[in-house]
RNA sequence: CGGGGCGUAGCGCAGCCUGGUAGCGCACCUGGUUUGGGACCAGGGGGUCGAAGGUUCGAAUCCUUUCGCCCCGACCA
């Protein structure tokens, strides 16, 4: 390709509301263009960007033996009220009518239809098992679309959908699948770890996401400093928390606690480390059809996880609870404690079961108790509610645990009988007998990677591609295109590599140096070649993007050398 | 969804408070000089001032409504 040809629109400055680098350079590169709210175009260099990554994946996954598909972006709201998703899905769901006042919404995943692919058409065990999937355009209402092509509200994902009749073999094919996001994000050259998730709206029970390590993530994961765990801070797990200072002794009483509201005021007021302190943390929790004050107790010097609290009350949302609602139940706010609390719905953290010697809110006011003990509870008020801070231990291994940044790339779901339970499709196993099948889902964020790829390698001039997935391998740039010989010579590399099929690009255009060496830096390619001055000499430079170092070989030579390094 | 900000040329902004000829930088076009780190000189083209309504002799500017975009947070497979 020639530059003078290339649509490639770059731009010295940042669009003023680019604040990642993925984002700032992605846009100055010409590589995509903002059309809306979360909404982006690819330009000629992104869209080859787009599709080599994309098939990356198609490669892996077609390798597995699951085979491609393309689901419709529109879909009927009837199968979407056949999960029960059409209501619990919140508003990121797109709902339209059609001329005719019908019902649809536009597909931010695919669960209800492909089921409804399958449904009534495997009709037994000698069918499955079996994995469909598709690399398509999903559109998700964000709330908040930010940071580019990193969260959009229309973007690429490749999501597939494996049908069995039993569980051993939907864990089979989950393993598969966990084995090929690792070649695929390995082949992508990412630093990557796959961590215990949660599984959020699609439901399930074991889930694994794939997180590329980087500062600019939006999560917060947890990984040992010693073994392999991994988490998602929203599934993280820890080994239960001791206290090196003693426990304060005393028998059960109530003490006067005079407007002491705080973990803070009643530890100090008591003279007790927070460690020996339950906290209540008072929600307000959504159902479909009602909404009720539910209270959570902690450790008090732990902080409460939002969405395993969720999770521990089957809510579909979590939201903060007002004084007045809180009061309305009978909650004394600031004295709240699991000792005899009957007027709400109440969950206990795990760590909390059979602890002694604490202190919690008397539910009366200005009093608290003390002596508590944690016995007499029901099994089901226990719960995994708390949330795991840099320096716990590892569950696994004891050793502590640190937090960092990740940006999620792939999800891998066992979602069980769920959706074939819900859309009642089953299929008929070796006695003879209807079974739901049991399903797993997988995803990729294909245009995420886009992105990605620029926030795990990029430096202050602009991207880093590596070969596998640069838009060009290499830019020949030509230094003055006044100089005959220079231009002679540029091109007839361009044309002997380009017969041998390799992806370079011509900076041919009418430019001084710097203005081109700049945009080959902004736009990153592996390699380039600089015809210059020292051409009369005999001598061309070779340019390595990511260390910007410069190598001045033999014009005969060049090609040789190109040919080695591009390989 | 809560809080805040901004919509004026393709991009980045000034003008608005105190109403009266729509401006600057970059980009673009023409000519010339220049050609190894985003050049210089000269000339030139381009804007329903987000939209609608109102006040006024007169609105980018004041008032009302509305749409869009962005930032912080909540949320988010």
Partial sequence: MKFSKLYAPTTKDAPKDATLPSHQFLVRGGFISQVGSGLYNFLPMGKIVFDKIKA??????DKTGAQEIQMGVVTPAELWKQSGRYSVFGKELCRLKDRKDNEFVLGPTHEEVVVDI???????YKQLPLHLYQITTKFRDEARPRFGLLRGREFTMKDGYSFHEDEACMKKEFALMEETYTKIFTRLGLDFRAVDADSGAIGGSGSKEFMVLAQNGEDDIVVCSSCHYAANIEAAKRAPKMSSIEAPQADLAKFKT??????????????????YSIKAVVKKAVYIDKEEIVVFFVRGCDELQEVKALNACGAIDLVDAELEEIEKVGLKAGFIGPLGLECVKFYIDFELKEAKNLVCGANEVDYHWVGVSMFNFKEERYADLCEVKAGDSCACCGKELYITKGIEVGHIFQLGQKYAKAMGATFLDKNGKAQPFYMGCYGVGVSRLVAVMIEASHDEQG????????????DIIISNTKDDAQKAYAESIY??????KYEILLDDRAERFGFKIKDYELLGFPYALIVGKELEEGFVEIVERKTLEKIVVKKEEALTKLRELLA
């Avoid at 990356?56 to 996954?61: C, D, G, P």
């Avoid at 407007?259 to 927070?274: A, E, G, Q, R, Y």
């Avoid at 044309?495 to 041998?500: I, R, V």
Wanted: net charge negative.
């Fill in 56 to 61: 990356v994946v198609k490669e892996e996954m």
């Fill in 495 to 500: 044309a002997t590599l380009k017969s041998e």
């Fill in 463 to 474: 991207c880093i591609w590596n070969k596998q997935t640069a838009p060009y391998l290499l």
């Fill in 258 to 275: 005079p407007d002491m509201k705080t973990i803070d005021d009643v530890c100090n007021f008591l003279h007790v480390d927070s460690f």
């Fill in 118 to 124: 399958v449904r009534n058409r495997i009709n037994s």
